[in-house]
């Protein structure tokens, strides 16, 4: 099972970066697929969720900023992140999630200046 995130970087604060999340040996489309995120000295914290369903959740503090997406015929999840805040700094991880079956990706940094 691989999760190979890719997209992060350097922003200004304000500006935009896409997440992606290529997925490979897991059947996608049953997996429940979310973004966290850990910043340098905090616990990993929850960002987003899509469920197989396509159903959405978001913590409070990116709601109408990041939008979590997927792409089943290319087993892949998306975030895309606008508005971003010199506080969403921090690496990025994909998550994968079905029944007793749960994967993560090596995470991306995403760097935001103010």
């Known amino acids: 099972v691989q999760l190979v995130e890719s997209g992060g970087g350097l922003v200004q604060a304000g500006g935009s970066l896409r997440l992606s999340c290529a997925a490979s040996g897991i059947i996608f489309n049953l997996y429940h697929m979310g973004w966290y995120r850990q910043a340098p000295g905090k616990q990993r914290e929850f960002v987003a969720l899509?469920?197989?369903?396509?159903?959405?959740n978001y913590v409070d503090s990116v709601k109408g900023r990041f939008t979590i997406s997927r792409d089943n015929a290319k087993n892949t999840v998306y975030l895309q992140m606008n508005s971003l805040k010199p506080e969403d700094t921090a690496v990025y991880y994909c998550n994968a999630d079905y029944d007793v079956y749960n994967y993560w990706g090596q995470g991306t940094q995403v760097t935001v200046s103010s």
């Open positions: 899509i469920t197989r369903g396509s159903s959405t």
